[in-house]
């Protein structure tokens, strides 16, 4: 793949290089704003690796730039600040993914390849009347807009990616929470819960199922 990281220290630069061109892609490093402009405007890569805190501003606005010219190039946001509130904004910005700093190869590694894998994914999933437009991240059921959290998002876009098949718990949490996060959380349920109510309540016939300790399946089981 060819990958742009955009990150002003020298040192994760160069850290984040040499991992990728050991993994066999090719990499470009720009450590600025101005210069990540010009390579995204003159290079098509497959994947940008985005630090948040450039010396002339917030690398989102690269990203932000490209999603209102409908460019879906998948993004990762690398961020030093561990905060809630930021790594929602950082998904907000259209950003697909975030990682805190510091972080392992591995970690980054095994994030490149969820990413890219669900840009691999259709612009849009229609399940019944269900239809999920992932490249505007926006959720439509019975024709009227259902505004989601970006994590309830993350989580449906998930589960219509995967329609019909039964997903259990640990799978989900792996892949909308991320591996680090505690495996005895319940929050798979709590939010499963929030989606019903948006996405199901008032609508027929119901499309998300729990499956009795496994996890669960979002289908039409209308015959
Ligand atoms: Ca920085």
């Known amino acids: 793949m ?9 040192k994760i630069a160069g850290f984040l290089a040499r991992g990728l061109e050991e993994e066999g892609h090719r990499v470009d490093v720009v450590g600025d704003l101005a210069a990540a402009r010009l390579s995204v405007r003159t290079e098509r890569y497959d994947l940008l690796l985005v630090d948040r805190m450039l010396p002339d501003g917030d690398g989102l606005s690269v990203v ?15 961020t030093a600040r561990d905060r809630v ?10 950003a697909d993914d975030y990682l805190v700093k510091p972080f392992e190869l591995d970690e980054l590694l095994a994030r490149i390849a969820a ?16 239809v999920v437009d992932v490249a505007a991240h926006r959720v439509f059921r019975g024709g009227v807009e259902i505004q989601l959290t970006a994590q309830e998002l993350s989580l449906l876009r998930y589960l219509a ?3 019909g098949r039964v997903l259990s718990r640990t799978r989900i949490l792996d892949a909308v929470w991320g591996v680090t996060h505690d495996p005895r959380t319940n929050v798979v349920d709590v939010y499963v819960s929030y989606l019903r109510a948006k996405i199901d309540k008032g609508f027929d016939p119901p499309l998300i199922h729990t499956v009795r300790g496994t996890g669960y ?3 039409d089981r209308r015959r």
């Not at 060819?2 to 020298?10: C, K, T």
């Not at 999603?67 to 946001?77: E, F, H, L, V």
Request: glycine share 6%; aromatic share 2%; proline share 5%.
């Open 85 to 94: 509130e930021e790594r929602v904004e950082g998904l907000y910005g259209g």
């Open 217 to 219: 399946v979002l289908e």
């Open 64 to 78: 932000r730039e490209l999603r209102r010219a409908k460019d879906a190039t998948p993004t990762i946001c690398l």
């Open 115 to 130: 990413v890219t894998r669900r840009a691999a994914v259709p612009e849009r999933l229609e399940v019944a009347d269900l």
């Open 2 to 10: 060819r990958v742009l990281v955009i990150e002003d220290e020298p």
């Open 161 to 163: 990616e995967h329609a």
